[in-house]
């Protein structure tokens, strides 16, 4: 399987696109994993982009002049991705990318192939070896689609912790849940923290918000105090962690070495970070204001 140019790959048919961004070997089948469960529930397709990363004193044609070595690395990583996805009900389509821009290239991949959702693995989220560009605060507050972020090199799904607290970004946490369970199986649990989340009003929001996903049937956990201590000691019980963004710009935080809080980042479970972009109003999606 040799390496593609990066030009948008034809022939979606309509369908939506989970673009899952490779660079390491050892969290390829998690992540491949998580975007063949996502594709499959939305009736999708999976890109998968291995993403080489050029040093800035090497040019791009110097580097795609090494046929033969960037052949067999490509083929080898992409390969295991067809077969990982091939697990699930949905097609796959491979293609290789060569930049200096590291993650930069990612969200332009994503656009350039109207992807609808973003799976990466969390030590990829520095592609660059953690330089990083001047612009990408800017980029990263700016989403093109869906992104979804794994800590970890494994995907074990048996049981999942979904905090939620509302919003665009829990609902991406939800969908992302109902997906890893009909695609992978395992049982699921709404946790809500805040003042009363233990309470008949945190029971009650759980339940509502459940029902509205498709969760229904999910186990519904309440705490109290702080959300990041709350999670942590919770998540410690569960195979992954399901976290989605509280506010903009988590990618922004993420790509430069932050897992949105230390409570979080303690934690030996497995964590999968979710952001879904802001709405924009009518006139900020045709004049590119913010």
Sequence with gaps: MAPTDDRPTPGSGGRPTVMVALSNPRTEGA???????????RGGRVLAVHVVTVPDQTSLEEAAGNRERLDESSAE?????????AAFDAPVETKTVLSHRGI??????????????????????????????????????????DFLVLDGQRLDASDVLVPTAGGPSSDLSAEVAL???AG??????????????????????LAEC????????????GETGDVGRA????????????????????????????LASAAIERLDTPVLLAERPASRSLRERLFGGR
Aim: hydrophobic share 45%; net charge negative; charged share 25%.
């Design 31 to 41: 992540l491949v994993a998580l975007a063949g469960a996502l594709a499959a529930h």
């Design 77 to 85: 990583l992409l390969s295991a991705a067809v077969a990982d996805a």
């Design 104 to 145: 930069e290239e990612v969200f332009d991949a994503a656009r350039r192939n109207d992807a609808d959702a973003v799976v990466m693995g969390y030590g990829g989220a520095r592609f660059a070896g953690g330089r990083v560009e001047g612009s990408l605060d800017e980029i990263a507050r700016d989403l093109p689609c």
């Design 179 to 181: 997906a890893l369970r």
């Design 184 to 205: 992978v199986g395992g049982n699921v649990s709404r946790l809500r923290v805040g003042v009363g989340g233990g309470g008949a009003s945190g029971r009650e929001f």
């Design 210 to 221: 459940a029902a509205g996903h498709g969760l229904g049937d999910a186990d519904r956990r």
């Design 231 to 258: 999670i942590e000691r919770v998540g410690e019980g569960y195979d992954l962690v399901v976290v989605g963004a509280t506010e903009r710009g988590l990618l922004s935080r993420v790509v430069r070495g932050s």
